[in-house]
């Protein structure tokens, strides 16, 4: 008997999720990275399982992104160790760029510095946690009325990788809130940011708490053996719900959105 592996998304890879009449939308997902390592991981795979191509570029490394949105379903920016408050070039080009898909009203994923840079897009601080605390690890998350009435079922703990967060934009629904970090997710119009990481697979646990072992001594982060004991005991309830979160995105979007302020882009 073949056996699919643990971050296998075949399984929702189904008609069912299409809307009665409405021809299935196999547009490819634009995915932004921000190492030359970097893969878009179980979000990746759980987007090719729902039929869509993925479109992989590195801004960071010269990549060009879409002046529209129109040729692709949705965009997901993931996350990366740099932060959204960078000086760097290519950090203000890519979250002025988030106007496009904001004005476009697309279905725009923040993961992690994605998240982090779509509040800075809608005017919201991101700052470290005021004790110099972090998350890293696997800590318990609570949704709001709004994230319930999103998705019926969330994950007690899902795994973070961050020591800093965003506050709410003015205008943003919170959906799930946290700890340290209070802000873990937002909806603001067709976008949505996620401080927590759904998108990391077995492999990428293993690599990053290799490469970034030194990063474990930081106050609040987690031991390397509580990654793994954790998720073992709360990976399958983060993995149904993102299968779950990613029909609702690009899916079951409303309709009718609200405008949105936008920044305005850096000179």
């Known amino acids: 008997m073949l056996l699919r592996p643990i971050d296998d998304f075949s399984r929702v890879a189904s008609p069912a ?4 009449g409405q021809a299935a939308d196999t547009r490819p997902v634009l995915m932004i990275l921000h190492q030359e390592t970097s893969t878009p991981g179980r979000v990746g795979n759980a987007l090719r399982a729902l039929g869509h191509p993925l479109d992989i570029r590195r ?16 965009v997901v920016v993931f996350g990366g160790p740099m932060s959204a408050n960078d000086p760097d070039d290519y950090i203000r080009r890519e979250i002025d760029w988030i106007a496009v898909p904001l004005r476009e009203r ?6 992690c510095l994605g998240a982090q840079m779509l509040a800075a897009q809608l005017g919201a601080r991101v700052s470290p946690h005021p ?3 972090a998350e890293i690890g696997y800590y318990d998350i609570r949704p709001t009325a709004a994230g319930l009435a999103m998705c019926a079922q969330w994950p007690r703990q899902v795994y973070h990788w961050h020591c800093e967060g965003f506050a709410l934009p003015t205008g943003a629904e919170l959906l799930a809130e946290g700890g340290d970090f209070p802000v873990q997710a937002i909806r603001a119009g067709s976008a ?3 401080q927590f990481h759904p998108d990391v697979t077995c492999a990428m646990l293993h ?3 290799t490469r970034g072992h030194e990063r474990l001594e930081l106050p609040g982060a987690r031991p390397r053996r509580d990654h793994f004991a954790d998720r073992a005991l709360h990976d399958a309830a983060e993995r149904a719900w993102l299968a779950d979160f990613l029909d ?3 899916t079951r979007m409303p309709a009718a959105l609200p405008a949105l302020p936008l920044r305005e882009a850096a000179e």
Not at 17 to 20: G, N, R, S, T
Not at 60 to 71: C, H, Q, V
Not at 106 to 111: D, E, H, K, T
């Open 17 to 20: 999720l299409q809307p009665a």
């Open 59 to 74: 801004p960071r490394f010269g990549a060009a992104l879409p002046e529209t949105l129109d040729g692709h379903a949705g």
């Open 106 to 111: 697309r279905p725009f994923l923040g993961i």
């Open 131 to 133: 004790e110099g605390r």
């Open 192 to 194: 949505y940011g996620l």
């Open 207 to 209: 690599r990053w708490t």
């Open 248 to 250: 609702h995105w690009l």
